[in-house]
């Protein structure tokens, strides 16, 4: 069964930034379309950031200009770089393979 782990979340003051890890174990990620998603509390499960196979990208409004998503397939790793992060961030960010498969999430809590 296909696994992935995700890493990184904490507690960050706004303006602050985190970097998440995703490992994926059990497939092969340089196949899929990989992605960041999220769930604050009381909202929907909203995309953050998608990388293709190519590595197009494609990112959520709130995203833009302050996250970055990347991918490692020699590593089967994913990672979301974020900066100025701001309350409305905080939520629990899930790692996706190919619309499939989820990972637990990591919690993030962006306060002061």
């Known amino acids: 069964q296909v696994q992935l782990v995700e890493s990184g979340g904490g507690l960050v003051q706004p303006g602050g930034s985190l970097t998440l890890s995703c490992v994926v174990s059990?497939?092969?990620?340089?196949?899929?379309?990989v992605g960041w998603y999220r769930q604050a509390p009381g909202k929907q499960r909203e995309s953050v950031a998608i990388?293709?196979?190519?590595?197009?990208?494609d990112y959520a409004d709130s995203a833009k200009g302050r996250f970055t998503i990347s991918r490692d397939d020699a590593k089967n790793m994913v990672y979301l770089q974020m900066h100025s992060l701001k309350p409305e961030d905080t939520a629990v960010y899930y790692c996706?393979?190919?619309?499939?498969?989820w990972g637990q999430g990591t919690q993030v809590t962006v306060t002061s």
């Open positions: 996706n393979v190919n619309d499939v498969w």
């Open positions: 059990r497939t092969i990620i340089s196949m899929f379309t």
């Open positions: 990388i293709a196979r190519g590595g197009s990208v």
